[in-house]
């Protein structure tokens, strides 16, 4: 079963906006760390942007200042707004949950399937 669906990807041009969101399943219950990832063809996966439980938030230098990272707990979703976006950007995105509580006892270290973003010159 998808515990975490990624939505909000695309292409756009150099200098646009995207806003991604990831939905937490309702087997979920609690949530702690939530994350986003990135990776592009041929190169390691990084972290863009993390947020906790008590909404501190935590940026890859490559997005500071343009991107944005937020949560709605009673909602169990995580957002990303992606502004001043730049062709380097173009990866897949994946939502991370660090670990959380469910239905059916304790989950760790949890991934969405990702959404692609494009940002064309």
């Known amino acids: 079963q998808v515990l975490l669906v990624e939505s909000g990807g695309g292409s756009v041009q150099a200098g646009g906006s995207l806003s991604l969101s990831c939905a937490a399943s309702a087997r979920i219950w609690t949530i702690g760390t939530m994350a986003w990832y990135r990776q592009a063809p041929g190169k390691p996966r990084e972290l863009v942007a993390d947020i906790n439980s008590g909404g501190d938030t935590n940026y890859a230098d490559s997005v500071k200042g343009r991107f944005a990272i937020s949560r709605d707990n009673n909602l169990k979703t995580m957002y990303l707004q992606m502004n001043s976006l730049k062709p380097e950007d173009t990866a897949v995105y994946l939502c991370?949950?660090?670990?959380?509580?469910?239905?059916?006892?304790?989950?760790?270290?949890?991934w969405g399937q990702g959404t692609q973003v494009t940002v064309s010159s």
């Open positions: 991370n949950v660090d670990r959380a509580t469910s239905n059916r006892g304790p989950l760790l270290n949890l």
